[in-house]
């Protein structure tokens, strides 16, 4: 049984950073997709930050535009993690962020529907 188990939300004030973990066990993601995702009450997941295999040791990420320059996504494979870290947070930050695992077929990790692993959800709240 795959399972995603996200850690580190919780509440900042804006400017301050904050790191979120994602520890994968049941299924290993080295060649695989891994991206954050997160949602706000009455809108859907949108995708914050992914990354996906280039070959070799090679990894490619993408950001969406709101935090570009303040997310960084990173992955640990011999942890099967995948990790956020958040700087400089603003309120439109606040959301539910949930981590995500790539499916065997996907072919596009900007797409939210070539993820077939999720987590939980961690609540991150920033506000003064």
């Known amino acids: 049984q795959v399972q995603l188990v996200e850690s580190g939300g919780g509440l900042v004030q804006p400017g301050d950073s904050l790191r979120l973990s994602c520890a994968a066990s049941?299924?290993?993601?080295?060649?695989?997709?891994m991206a954050w995702f997160r949602q706000t009450p009455g809108r859907g997941r949108e995708l914050v930050a992914a990354t996906e295999w280039s070959g070799g040791n090679r990894y490619s990420a993408a950001y969406a535009d709101s935090v570009k320059g303040r997310f960084t996504i990173s992955r640990d494979n011999a942890k099967n993690s995948v990790y956020l870290q958040m700087n400089s947070v603003e309120p439109g930050d606040t959301a539910v962020y949930y981590c995500?695992?790539?499916?065997?077929?996907?072919?596009?990790?900007?797409?939210?529907?070539?993820?077939?692993?999720w987590g939980q959800g961690t609540q991150v709240t920033v506000a003064s």
């Open positions: 049941g299924r290993s993601f080295d060649i695989y997709p």
């Open positions: 995500a695992g790539g499916s065997d077929r996907a072919t596009d990790y900007l797409r939210i529907s070539d993820y077939d692993y």
